[in-house]
């Protein structure tokens, strides 16, 4: 009887926003594997940090981070070797993911090494998407929109090509991309409709209307979120809860 | 001192699926509010009825089906009213909201309402985008994939160039337009790339290749997921974690 491998979504980062089943799967589980960068701590680790019990055995799986974009498949190779000695044994391994395990996270490259050889259950997550929403209190989209997720590394001309073409949108991945992507939204005539966010649900979370926000480069755990229907609909300000009640622009009816 | 307004995601079905913050602002509530429809009962409510105590008042949403894509508003004018009563008492009002508060959730007609007199907190919650996901054991997209959700009330001429401009859609709102859809979605070549899901994380949850599914009207709470990317990546069962490893198709590299 081999172990199951767990891909468990630990939410945007408030450690609160767990499910109750990351949390019993979590805190029952005897091998806990997570993403690390090579210069810093794991964030899916210090996510869940209050939960962990120094009686887990902890794998860590050092990403570089030059090439976190399309990250070297040795490293997933070496990792999966590793997960795989415990669920042979019959251990259940526990993979804590960013926000939800399969929205475009890094899971899949452990997913696609192991699945066809052990059990797989997946724990959706509560999403940075979501999280992001909820702090600019503002509706991701309504009705009958159409909403696109855009990553940011895309260039000019294929994101104004999805600008045009949606209600909403959500830019995802901004860091180094960011003033490249701010003027994108600018040539799109969209930047009175955009709000930008980072490290939502955090203690240190900014909440910012994409116009007022200083060039250069954003943090990696960043987003944008454009509305076409709603302009000025974000105030520059850090308590989401006080953002103007004209946030909501024409959300309802 | 008025109350709160807390609109909480109570997630796709699963009542495990609910966030710690959440369930926490659930159990704590004096006052709970939730919609449902005027023939049956509320799924929001149904997803937490185990953490409900009869010590809470509940307010019930009545909103009439036949309207519900665009509801009468006078049905969240007098809930709006219901609810602002507690509040300007000091009471808290939590409202139950499936999946995400706004993800296209009916939160924002109470929300609109009431935000520009009370204090609101948006608590996320795991989106059944996610959950079907996690339920297919396939990534709803990576890398730089753009990712659009579109309801499936759009007509084909939009739908199809939706499906042209993107790499996975998530089709949502499907129900009475199921047939529609499945024929728009086999016109752009895309049926061996589809996967359907109802009821996810439910127990009589549903994942099949959209191909196998029988014509007819599907639930409300149905999704069609696509990734353009891996032909006849879904298998017709319904047992998610005994799907063909084939179903990863091409997420990894």
């Known amino acids: 009887m081999s172990g199951t491998l767990f891909g468990i979504g630990v939410g945007p980062g408030d450690p609160e926003l767990i499910s109750l089943k990351a949390h019993?799967?979590?805190?029952?589980a005897k091998v806990v594997?997570?993403?690390?960068p090579d210069d810093g701590p794991s964030f899916a680790r210090s996510i869940v940090a209050e939960y962990l019990s120094p009686k887990q055995t902890e794998i860590e799986i050092i990403v570089p981070?030059?090439?976190a974009r399309f990250p070297a498949q040795d490293v997933y190779d070496k990792a999966a070797d590793d997960i795989?000695?415990?669920l042979k044994s019959g251990e259940d391994v526990v993979v804590l993911c960013e926000g939800d395990p399969f929205f475009y996270g890094s899971f899949m490259y452990l997913f696609e090494r192991l699945s066809d050889k052990f059990p797989v259950e997946i724990v959706p997550g509560i999403s940075s998407l979501m999280a992001s929403a909820a702090a600019l209190q503002r509706p991701l989209a309504a009705r009958?929109?159409?909403l696109t997720i855009i990553p940011g590394p895309l260039n000019e001309e294929a994101m104004l090509a999805q600008l045009e073409m949606c209600d909403a949108a959500a830019i995802i991945k901004v860091g180094r991309h960011f003033d490249r992507i701010r003027d994108t939204i600018s040539k799109a005539g969209l930047l009175n409709n955009a709000g930008y966010l980072e490290r939502v649900t955090?203690?240190?979370q900014q909440v910012i209307a994409l116009g007022d926000v200083d060039a250069g480069k954003a943090p990696y755990f960043s987003i944008i979120l454009i509305y076409k229907g709603a302009e000025n609909w974000v105030q520059k300000q850090k308590v989401p809860t006080q953002i103007s009640p004209?946030?909501?622009g024409d959300a309802g009816e």
Chains 1, 2 share one sequence.
């Open 65 to 67: 981070m030059r090439v």
């Open 84 to 86: 795989a000695e415990y």
């Open 202 to 204: 955090l203690p240190n």
């Open 33 to 36: 594997a997570y993403p690390a």
């Open 24 to 28: 019993r799967i979590l805190t029952s």
């Open 144 to 146: 009958n929109d159409v």
């Open 246 to 248: 004209d946030a909501l």
